[in-house]
């Protein structure tokens, strides 16, 4: 059996043991910039669920955030960047595509576009929060509320996470369901899973990750999302990665009249985890544009 999960969860406590201080800190990772006109290579789609910061990540990647920046914003629309990925004398020149997460005519405009046609991506990075989505609209905070409501559930911060993992996999399915099927994005080389906004759950990090990462052993025991993912790696020869990741500090608000979630990192430890993200970004662009051979790490 293949111990691609063993190294995915070896590579996953790594990082977490960076963060914490445990093991020596890895130097400047790959540094990203806003590029000019040229050649494009290396196309990557930043796909997720509406509110699971698709936009502040890539915002983060190219260092446009600072401490004291103000709240970030929701993106109804396709964002479309053309990056430059510098790593020593290196530089790779990269069209980033970050589709919007809301069901809308231009989500699926922006699928059809950037995931269908003859220059679909090589890379998806795929932004997962753990639940902690954020609702950007209050009709649909009382959505919510309604649905838990008639359910008989409590209001409380875990059945709204309960509710937002449902879409997240849902929205998984459908994307790994269309790439096995090769409807979407033909070319794809490489995935990696971002589980963004961890700060804001470092002390739950272990079932962060074990509910993202397929389970060494059987699959019986596996959440939805992690049987997903063992059937892309089991039908397809992608190279895939699943990594804690922060983009900045934040606090976060599950609902209105719930209480509020803060950050349990600092500054330093987020950039750690942004370095180390943008190492594993750098790594499978790196090997695509040298013709690395394609498949798991």
């Not at 910039?33 to 796909?47: D, F, H, K």
């Not at 669920?49 to 600072?66: C, F, M, N, S």
């Not at 997460?101 to 679909?120: I, K």
């Not at 089991?234 to 719930?258: C, D, Q, W, Y």
């Amino acid at each position: 059996m293949s111990d691609i999960w063993d190294n995915v969860r070896s590579q996953w406590e790594s990082i977490r043991h960076a963060v914490e201080g445990d093991s020596p800190r890895t130097g400047a990772g790959a540094a990203f910039s806003r590029g000019g006109i040229g050649l494009s290579v290396n196309p990557v789609a930043i796909t997720g669920e509406p509110g699971a910061g698709k936009t502040v990540l890539y915002d983060a990647l190219i260092q446009a955030i600072r401490s004291g920046d103000g709240d970030s914003s929701r993106s109804p629309s396709v964002e479309k960047h053309t990056t430059v990925l510098r790593s020593g004398g290196r530089r790779t020149r990269s069209v980033v595509t970050v589709i919007p997460g809301q069901v809308s005519a231009q989500r699926e405009q922006a699928l059809t576009d950037t995931m269908r046609g003859a220059a679909s991506p090589h890379g998806i990075v795929h932004v997962t929060c753990w639940g902690h989505n954020r609702i950007w609209q209050r009709g649909t905070q009382r959505d919510v509320r309604e649905v838990l409501g008639t359910q008989g559930q409590t209001v409380d911060r875990e059945a709204v996470r309960a509710w937002h993992l449902h879409k997240e996999v849902v929205d998984f399915r459908n994307l790994v369901d269309q790439i096995i099927d090769r409807q979407l994005a033909k070319r794809l080389r490489w995935m990696i899973i971002a589980v963004s906004k961890s700060d804001l759950y470092w002390d739950r990090l272990d079932e962060a990750r074990d509910y993202y990462i397929p389970d060494t052993g059987s699959a019986g025991t596996e959440s939805p999302f992690g049987i997903l993912l063992r059937d892309l790696e089991n039908e397809t020869a992608l190279r895939l990665s699943v990594v804690p990741m922060a983009s900045r500090l934040i606090r976060h608000k599950f609902l209105h009249g719930l209480p509020e979630q803060t950050s349990q990192l600092d500054d330093s430890q987020i950039g750690t985890l942004r370095t180390h993200f943008s190492q594993q970004l750098q790594e499978f662009m790196v090997s695509e544009r040298l013709g690395g051979r394609h498949g798991s790490p």
